[in-house]
Nanobody, 123 residues
Framework: QVQLVESGGGLVKAGDSLGLSCVVT????????MGWFRQAPGKEREFVAG????????YYADFVKGRFTVSRDNDLNVVYLQQNNLKPEDTAVYYC????????????????WGPGTQVTVSS
């Protein structure tokens, strides 16, 4: 059974940075392409970033391009999301997930999910 646990969220001011981590246990992280999603109150969960199994390919939602960077260390079984120049509209719970099939951009392509970590950005 694969388990995912996110960490690194917090309360920051606009323009600040945060580094989120997602630890994968139960199976080697190298077996999975991974994605980051977020969900703000009253909104649907939306794709943020994705990364291929070896880290060679990355994918981003338009609203985070140039600000967020996804990376991974398969030796440590960790996937990262570096968030720079945060904006109040980035406030959400951030989730990591393992992708089993289909497009990176759709939540239906993912099977295992972590419980999430809260990111709050004040103006």
């Amino acid at each position: 059974q694969v388990q995912l646990v996110e960490s690194g969220g917090g309360l920051v001011k606009a323009g600040d940075s945060l580094g989120l981590s997602c630890v994968v246990t139960g199976r080697p992280s190298s077996e999975y392409a991974m994605g980051w999603f977020r969900q703000a109150p009253g909104k649907e969960r939306e794709f943020v970033a994705g990364i291929s199994r070896g880290g060679e390919s990355t994918y981003y939602a338009d609203f985070v391009k140039g600000r967020f960077t996804v990376s991974r260390d398969n030796d440590l079984n960790v996937v990262y999301l570096q968030q720079n120049n945060l904006k109040p509209e980035d406030t959400a719970v951030y989730y990591c997930a393992t992708k089993y099939s289909g497009s990176y951009f759709y939540s239906g392509a993912y099977d295992y999910w972590g419980p999430g970590t809260q990111v709050t950005v004040s103006s």
